[in-house]
């Protein structure tokens, strides 16, 4: 924001899409090791060595993996997950719906959620991966 550039500009120069650009953003997920190099040469200093923001942080859990995947909590979030299992594109999905992908999209957030009469048709479209 500081340099007035587009999110996609900045994903571009630093060789990532933009999703995982505003993960970054989010902190939901950091860049790899292999990663970080461009993003210290891209900001002009190394934010995963300063001690205001705490020790250098990865991709990796500290824990053990997790045997179960949790549930989905929300439409949204199964939504997701059929997509990523179909290997589909929220704007595929939405396009078998008849809907905008932002409609999704608020879903997905948990800004919005589906009417009774779109609830009924995405459980159809998505009882199809259950059986």
């Known amino acids: ?31 790899t090791w292999a990663q970080q190099p461009r993003v210290v040469a891209y900001l002009g200093h190394d934010p995963f060595s300063n001690p205001a923001l705490g020790s250098p942080k ?11 995947p949790k549930p989905p909590l929300n439409i949204g979030q199964e939504i997701v997950r059929h997509c990523i299992k179909m290997r589909k594109t929220r704007k595929q999905f939405a396009k078998e ?14 800004r919005r959620r589906p009417s009774v009469i779109l609830q009924r048709q995405i459980e159809k479209a998505l009882e199809i991966v259950r059986v």
Do not use: H
Not at 1 to 29: N, P
Not at 58 to 68: H, I, K, S
Not at 97 to 110: S, V
């Open 1 to 31: 924001m500081e340099l007035g550039i587009f999110q996609s500009e900045a994903a571009c120069s630093l060789v990532v899409s933009t999703v995982t650009l505003s993960r970054w953003e989010c902190d939901k997920v950091y860049p």
């Open 58 to 68: 990865g991709n990796e859990t500290q824990f053990g993996a997790f045997l179960a």
């Open 97 to 110: 719906l008849g809907i905008d992908p932002k409609t999704i999209w608020g879903w997905e957030t948990g």
